[in-house]
């Protein structure tokens, strides 16, 4: 396969999970209320009030941004991944309920987590828009 088509299919990819990832960093600024109560509905923590989530958001965001232009692939592909495969397995109670309510939207996290796992085991070659490029073998 052409090796072109395989390095522009990982920058969408790469970019689309970005998007994704970036609306859930902002919304911990935007409603942190919202966010704190995912966190405790979701990973059983409790007492994040506005302060904590804006930090959470902040170093969120400092991992989006690294994973986005490449920065350390190994590290931010991999804290990416680990982010969303944490937020993928926690939802498990949606999947098994998936007709009620709006539990079928969970569902859309399984290709997402794929992307993920797809970028980190092929960030050799995802090389477009990456700040680190050059150096990508050696990651």
Known sequence: MNEQRIRVSLLCLRVSVFVVMFI?????????????SIYEHFYGLGGFGPLLMGLIAGAELLILLAFLFGVAPRLSYGLVLLLHAVSTLASYRQYLNPFEGNNLLFFAAWP???????LYLLRDLDTIGRISHKRAAAT
């Open 112 to 118: 997402m987590l794929a992307a993920c796992v797809t």
């Open 24 to 36: 859930w960093t902002i919304d911990k600024w935007a409603r942190p209320t919202h966010a704190a």
